[in-house]
């Protein structure tokens, strides 16, 4: 199955004082940095990002490896990264994570991998209150005609894509996988806790 890898980082940051959260360290490296060594072993890893990075940084990030690919929507959220990814990928699916989400595992990867089903539309996991995990899930190419119809009507909540489309869904509390994988870094605040007590998380 042809799987690409998508890191997403077009986010307003507006939580973090204007701090890139992707460019936040953990010991020696940054986030961004972290995620990509999980990601391997995919033959090509996409960075979603928007307009407010100079040129100097694109290159920076062209030279880690990075595949750039630009928004066409500007300040849509999640879905507008999602969206010119998958119309600008040469694989059918792609695995999209977030840059604040640097619990990914290679493990939970394979996991969502091994249940891509070519009549699908992507994979997900779900915990015991039946909620949903947008990120850190596989999305097809074949959820664009939905994700640009959310467009047109301004409407943009990941977990309205997944219900409207046809999802595999793994409850992740029967998997050997801790919840800790889907979380993410939202404040400083957050950020502060976890470089000081990093076992919390």
């Known amino acids: ?26 010991k020696n490296s940054t986030f961004l940095e972290k995620i990509q060594e999980t990601l391997n072993d995919f033959s090509s890893i996409y960075l979603s990002i928007n307009d407010k990075f100079s040129k100097e940084q694109k290159q920076n990030f062209e030279n880690m490896g990075f595949k750039i690919i630009e928004d066409i929507y500007k300040e849509i959220g999640p879905l507008g990264g999602i969206y010119s990814s998958l119309l600008n990928c040469k694989e059918e699916y ?43 899930a596989i999305y097809s190419k074949n959820v664009l005609p939905i994700i640009e119809e959310m467009i047109e009507k301004k409407y943009y909540k990941l977990s309205y894509l997944i219900e409207k489309s046809n999802f595999v869904k793994i409850n992740i509390e029967k998997t050997d996988i801790p919840l800790k994988v889907l979380s993410n870094i939202n404040t400083l605040q957050e950020y502060d806790l976890f470089i000081n007590n990093e076992s919390l998380f």
Not at 4 to 22: D, E, F, T
Request: positive net charge; glycine residues 10%.
């Open 1 to 26: 199955m042809d799987i690409g890898a998508l890191i997403l980082m077009g986010g307003k940051n507006s939580r973090m004082n204007g701090n890139v959260k992707g460019l936040l360290k953990i």
């Open 94 to 136: 792609l695995f999209i994570t977030a840059c604040d989400m640097p619990f990914i595992t290679k493990n939970s990867i394979e996991v969502l991998c091994n249940k891509v089903d070519k009549n699908a539309d992507g994979v997900v996991f779900y915990d015991k209150n039946n909620k949903l995990y947008p990120l850190g």
